[in-house]
């Protein structure tokens, strides 16, 4: 059976994993697993997780990891991070804000080397857009989302475009699953704060490339 990785990353969003995640975990078997990067998010995310889903990180159904690194938030380097610490067949993005049940994730494991699973929107469901999944392979193949994109916005169409163009053949989801909306202001809230700089960029040679802290303190070196 194939393993898939629902892969969220989280800056300033525990209120929306407060929301999504006791739903999202229920949803998981033992052939799935959500990681979730800890993109120096300042709400307490990771004392937030030990102290309710302790059980779910000893089994390793979420893995935990923290970016010691203090950037500008970049949509598209945050989900290549999260993606690279994935272990799964296939690797999903799964945004903090986002739903999902069991229907999904069988339909998510159907995805053949050849799909791209894409959101099947409905006009009124803004922030689903970014649900994509497609083999891990694939992914690499890609070279993730583009990384030049910076801060928020553009990196969910242009990965679809090029996919496009590699062949992956578009596979829409025929379930609709709910977002939590967010405002124009909380998007843009950690795009550009005063004395950060920007994920160094070296797309496509490297993407994702950042040193992380596992749950258990040790570091990693992830996308070199």
């Not at 209120?15 to 990681?35: F, M």
């Not at 302790?54 to 950037?71: A, P, V």
């Not at 598209?76 to 994730?105: P, Q, R, S």
């Amino acid at each position: 059976m194939k393993k898939v990785s629902f892969c969220t990353n989280c800056k300033g969003r525990l209120w929306q994993l407060k929301q999504t995640l006791p739903n999202n975990v229920k949803c998981l078997d033992e052939n799935s697993e959500i990681i979730i990067l800890d993109y120096q998010s300042p709400d307490g995310l990771k004392e937030w997780l030990e102290k309710n889903f302790k059980k779910e990180l000893d089994t390793g159904l979420i893995k935990y990891f923290y970016l010691n690194h203090d950037y500008n938030y970049s949509c598209a380097y945050a989900k290549n991070v999260t993606h690279n610490l994935a272990t799964g067949d296939i690797v999903f993005n799964l945004d903090a804000d986002g739903f999902i049940d069991e229907k999904y994730l069988e339909e998510i494991r159907s995805i053949q080397h050849d799909q791209i699973l894409l959101a099947k929107l409905w006009g009124d469901d803004e922030g689903s857009g970014g649900r994509i999944g497609l083999t891990k392979g694939n992914f690499i193949r890609l070279r993730g989302y583009k990384e030049t994109i910076v801060g928020m916005g553009g990196d969910d169409g242009d990965l679809r475009v090029r996919a496009y163009y590699k062949h992956l053949k578009p596979k829409h989801s025929a379930f609709r699953h709910l977002a939590i909306q967010n405002t124009p202001e909380q998007k843009e809230l950690y795009v550009n704060v005063k004395g950060l700089v920007n994920p160094p960029v070296d797309w496509p040679n490297t993407f994702g490339k950042a040193e992380v802290i596992d749950r258990a303190g040790n570091k990693i070196q992830v996308g070199v």
